[in-house]
């Protein structure tokens, strides 16, 4: 089990950016895959991005590609997600999620560990 904090969230205008990162508890961070999730109001959990053990395979909803990051820091225990061209529907609670093993994952149900979420507003 790892434990999650997550930080960096705030309100930005449109076009503008955040870097959101996700610290982790524990010796065994490289042995878990990681990923980042956002849920807006009303709206379910839906998959953000994810990155390997290595940091060297990431994945992105449609929705981000392009204009989202994500990175991880083996030695520091932490993942990242930079966001930039921020628009509003980006905004959204983001919760950064922790798995077991190598095989990358895209879905709720297969993450393990959760933060607590920051909260993302963009202004339009």
């Known amino acids: 089990q790892v434990q999650l904090v997550e930080s960096g969230g705030g309100l930005v205008q449109a076009g503008g950016s955040l870097r959101l990162s996700c610290a982790a508890s524990?010796?065994?961070?490289?042995?878990?895959?990681m990923g980042w999730f956002r849920q807006a109001p009303g709206k379910e959990r839906e998959f953000v991005a994810a990155?390997?053990?290595?940091?060297?395979?990431?994945y992105y909803a449609d929705s981000v590609k392009g204009r989202f990051t994500i990175s991880r820091d083996n030695a520091e225990n932490t993942v990242y997600l930079q966001m930039n061209s921020l628009k509003p529907e980006d905004t959204a609670i983001y919760y950064c999620?922790?798995?077991?093993?190598?095989?990358?994952?895209?879905?709720?149900?297969?993450?393990?560990?959760w933060g607590q979420g920051t909260q993302v507003t963009v202004s339009s």
């Open positions: 999620a922790a798995r077991p093993g190598f095989r990358v994952v895209f879905t709720v149900y297969e993450y393990v560990d």
């Open positions: 524990g010796r065994t961070f490289s042995s878990y895959t």
């Open positions: 990155i390997s053990l290595s940091g060297d395979n990431t």
